[in-house]
T-cell receptor, first 115, second 114 residues
């Protein structure tokens, strides 16, 4: 029962570096999302995808890119890391079920520090 | 901006007591969900209540929804030390799924002391 797998679990970057946070799910879910969690802010939606080849912006998309070439994978790219992007990043997936929203399944997060 | 606001921000109780957390939101919703997050882990779904429901139960959890007041509450009865976690409400405005666009509150940090 892998569920949603995020890698790496921890990462330290220097300002200006780029990197990709990986997310994979094995539940054949159509919907995948990326959130960031900051102290006192709850979770904020960065980008989401309704299926392979389709992505859209969430609440805080600036500085991040996504793509969805397969149902299973939804990588998040930081183009040029900034200290303001220090956060814990969560990937989530859900199915459509009967057309009413299904609960989201979360990975354990990637803790990212930008120096 | 955040849709939900949770109250209290932190709650400390003794094992066996009941814990009540509240969530208020700003716009109309299709459903409201509660999630739990243990320290250092991802969120785990607890319960979903639809906008046409007023109360829902799942084991020791009881959720109420008052759409006229735009508020929800989560009651955990007979709490255990293992219930220590952060609890988040999340709202969805879409009936037909718009890519997992849940809007989360800031969370309530619950501490249950043995």
């Amino acid at each position: 029962n892998a569920g949603v797998t995020q890698t790496p679990k921890f990462q330290v970057l220097k300002t200006g570096q780029s990197m990709t946070l990986q997310c994979a799910q094995d539940m054949n879910h159509e919907y995948m999302s990326w959130y960031r969690q900051d102290p006192g802010m709850g979770l904020r939606l960065i980008h989401y995808s309704v299926g392979a080849g389709i992505t859209d912006q969430g609440e805080v998309p600036n500085g991040y890119n996504v793509s969805r070439s397969t149902t299973e994978d939804f990588p998040l790219r930081l183009l040029s890391a900034a200290p303001s992007q220090t956060s814990v990043y969560f990937c989530a997936s859900s199915s459509t079920g009967t057309g009413v929203r299904q609960p989201q399944h979360f990975g354990d997060g990637t803790r990212l520090s930008i120096l | 901006s955040q849709q939900g606001e949770e109250d209290p921000q932190a709650l400390s109780i003794q094992e066996g007591e009941n814990a009540t957390m509240n969530c208020s939101y700003k716009t109309s919703i299709n459903n409201l969900q509660w999630y739990r997050q243990n320290s250092g882990r991802g969120l785990v779904h607890l319960i979903l209540i639809r906008s046409n429901e007023r109360e829902k139960h799942s084991g020791r959890l009881r959720v109420t929804l008052d759409t006229s007041k735009k508020s929800s509450s989560l009651l955990i009865t007979a709490s255990r030390a293992a219930d220590t976690a952060s609890y988040f409400c999340a709202t969805s405005r879409s009936r037909y799924n718009q890519g997992g666009k849940l809007i989360f509150g800031q969370g309530t940090e619950l501490s249950v002391k043995p």
